[in-house]
């Protein structure tokens, strides 16, 4: 079993900042890339932030300049800074996971969190 658990989220005013964090726990070999996506009702998720086991970094356009990602191999979590936040980035944020269970088979699946809700007041 498998488990990914994100927390942080809450209500900030715009400008402000907030710190997400995201753990994968459970049955795990190793982990390849995490990241973060968001989605607000009625549109697709979109990425905001990913980051690879070597600390490699990619981020959505919404997220340039004003969010950071790293993460805590040892820790097996992942962190989503979020400076400068506006009304625009109110959504839920979730955490993915890129993980390999198995160590004969190898095979990288894709868990995800149950969100965290970010909500930026104007």
């Known amino acids: 079993q498998v488990q990914v658990m994100e927390s942080g989220g809450g209500l900030v005013q715009a400008g402000g900042s907030l710190r997400l964090s995201c753990t994968a726990s459970?049955?795990?070999?190793?982990?390849?890339?995490m990241a973060w996506y968001r989605q607000v009702p009625g549109k697709q998720r979109e990425l905001v932030a990913i980051i690879t086991s070597s600390g490699r970094a990619n981020f959505g356009d919404s997220a340039k300049g004003r969010f950071t990602i790293s993460r805590d191999n040892a820790k097996n979590t992942v962190y989503l800074q979020m400076s400068s936040l506006k009304p625009d980035d109110t959504a839920v944020y979730y955490c993915a996971a890129d993980l390999v269970t198995s160590s004969s088979s190898r095979a990288i699946d894709r868990y995800w969190g149950q969100g965290t809700q970010v909500t930026v007041s104007s």
């Open positions: 459970g049955s795990i070999f190793s982990i390849n890339a």
